[in-house]
């Protein structure tokens, strides 16, 4: 199965994630070559499905914030990438919230 990944050279100094060149990608060869070269674990699936299950759970969870309800009413799957958007929303929301902050202190542990 071949799945289009994004290259770490964008076309422009953007860096939004739509200026970034496509390139496909042996998705599968290339997950054996990692395990092969021990710098995945071979259980990796079990901890991507762990990760999905999680992000399922806290989607609901979230304010009803336009960007993020932008972000979730385009995409019905959630990429890293669109994590990413999602909390860099959320850290703008919770930017002066002490206790947002403590909460991630104690998660980082």
């Given at each position: 199965?071949?799945?289009?990944?994004?290259?770490?050279?964008?076309?422009?100094?953007s860096n939004?994630?739509?200026?970034?060149?496509?390139?496909?990608?042996?998705?599968?060869?290339?997950?054996?070559?990692?395990?092969?070269?021990?710098?995945?674990?071979?259980?990796?699936?079990?901890?991507?499905?762990?990760v999905r299950?999680?992000?399922?759970?806290?989607?609901?969870?979230?304010?009803?914030?336009?960007?993020?309800?932008?972000?979730?009413?385009?995409?019905?799957?959630?990429?890293?990438?669109?994590?990413?958007?999602?909390?860099?929303?959320?850290?703008?929301?919770?930017?002066?919230?002490?206790?947002?902050?403590?909460?991630?202190?104690?998660?980082?542990?």
């Amino acid at each position: 199965m071949e799945i289009k990944e994004m290259c770490s050279s964008p076309k422009d100094e953007s860096n939004d994630i739509e200026q970034f060149e496509v390139i496909e990608v042996h998705f599968e060869k290339f997950a054996a070559w990692l395990v092969a070269k021990n710098q995945i674990p071979s259980t990796w699936r079990k901890s991507v499905a762990d990760v999905r299950w999680q992000i399922e759970k806290a989607v609901p969870q979230l304010p009803k914030h336009e960007a993020i309800q932008e972000i979730l009413k385009e995409n019905t799957y959630l990429t890293f990438h669109h994590c990413r958007q999602i909390r860099n929303v959320l850290q703008g929301l919770y930017k002066n919230d002490k206790k947002v902050e403590d909460d991630a202190v104690v998660l980082a542990r």
